[in-house]
C-alpha cells in the first residue's frame, strides 16, 4: 500500500527532529508527499528536499497569513523556482479570516496572482482557507477560466454545498486529520460525496494530528494512514482501495 500525503510542512522546525525517519520511509517506497511552501524560503528548502528524493515534490507560494510583509522581490523569488520539473504545485496560497495579520484585500490581490500563475503554468494551487467559505467561492467561480479552476481545497472543512461548487469547477477536495475526530460527522458526510476521482488525503503536518494521535505533536506524514482508514470505512471501501484511489487521484492532479 502506497499513500500520497498531498500537504506537508516538511520544511517546518517542528519536523526537523523527524525528517530522517520521514524521508527513509518515503525513499522505502512506502509513500509520497507534496512538501508545502509558505514563503520564498520555504518554498525553496521544499523544492531542494524533492530535488533529493524521488517521491518528495513540491508546492511554491505565498502564504495568505503571512502576505502583509511581502513584496514584488518574494513574488519574483518564486517566478525563478515555478519552472523547476519537481514543483507540482502553486501555493500554499488563498483567503484566511480567522487570523487578522494580513488586511482581506491583500490577501484577495496575492491570492488573484497566484490562481494566474496557476493557469499560465498548468500547476494546480494548494488553496487554504479559513472562515470565509463564500468569499472563496465566489472568487473561485469568478476566476475559473473555461468554467474551472486547476486546483485543490486544502484541509477542507467546509459545507456539501461548497464542496459541490468546487467540484463543479473541477476541482480535487484534500481531508485531513480534522475529518477523524469525533465531532466531524457532518465533515465526514461531506467526504462520502466526494466523486471517487476527486477525492485526496493529508496531513497538513505539523499541525493537528488525526484521531488516535490527536494529543500527539508534532504531526507527521505517516499518520494519513489513520485518515486513509476513517475515510475508507465512511465511503465503504478497504483502506488498500482508498489508498490506491487517492494515490492515483494525487498523481492526476499533479501531473505525475
Ligand atoms: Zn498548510
Redo the contacts with the bound molecule.
Keep these: 500500500m502506497q499513500l500520497f500525503d498531498t500537504?506537508a510542512?516538511l520544511d517546518s522546525e517542528q519536523l526537523q527532529p523527524h525528517l530522517d525517519e520521514i524521508l527513509a520511509l518515503v525513499d522505502q517506497g512506502s509513500m509520497r508527499i507534496n512538501a508545502?511552501g509558505?514563503d520564498p524560503r520555504s518554498s525553496q528548502r521544499c523544492l531542494e528536499l524533492a530535488k533529493k528524493h524521488a517521491d518528495v515534490f513540491a508546492a511554491v507560494g505565498l502564504h495568505p497569513n503571512y502576505c502583509a510583509k511581502f513584496d514584488e522581490s518574494h513574488w519574483q523569488a518564486i517566478l525563478e523556482i515555478v519552472d523547476d520539473p519537481v514543483v507540482v504545485a502553486i501555493g500554499?496560497t488563498g483567503l484566511d479570516k480567522y487570523w487578522d495579520d494580513c488586511p482581506f484585500d491583500v490577501q484577495l490581490k496575492w491570492f488573484s496572482r497566484h490562481i494566474d500563475l496557476s493557469f499560465e503554468k498548468q500547476k494546480p494551487l494548494v488553496i487554504?482557507t479559513r472562515e470565509c467559505e463564500s468569499e472563496m467561492i465566489e472568487t473561485l467561480e469568478s476566476s475559473a477560466r473555461g468554467g474551472r479552476i486547476i486546483g485543490i481545497m486544502?484541509?477542507f472543512a467546509g459545507s456539501a454545498d461548497a464542496a459541490k461548487r468546487c467540484l463543479d469547477l473541477d476541482m480535487y477536495i484534500s481531508f485531513a486529520g480534522m475529518v477523524t475526530f469525533k465531532k466531524s460527522t457532518e465533515l465526514r458526510e461531506v467526504a462520502k460525496l466526494i466523486p471517487d476521482d476527486r477525492i485526496l488525503i493529508e496531513t497538513?503536518s505539523p499541525?493537528l494530528s488525526p484521531h488516535p494521535f490527536r494529543s500527539k505533536r508534532p504531526n507527521l506524514p505517516m499518520r494519513v494512514e489513520s485518515t486513509a482508514e476513517c475515510l475508507a470505512e465512511v465511503r465503504g471501501v478497504t483502506v488498500a482501495e482508498f489508498a490506491a484511489q487517492t494515490f492515483e487521484n494525487a498523481n492526476r492532479v499533479f501531473g505525475l
Design positions: 500537504h510542512h508545502i509558505t500554499e487554504h486544502h484541509s497538513d499541525y
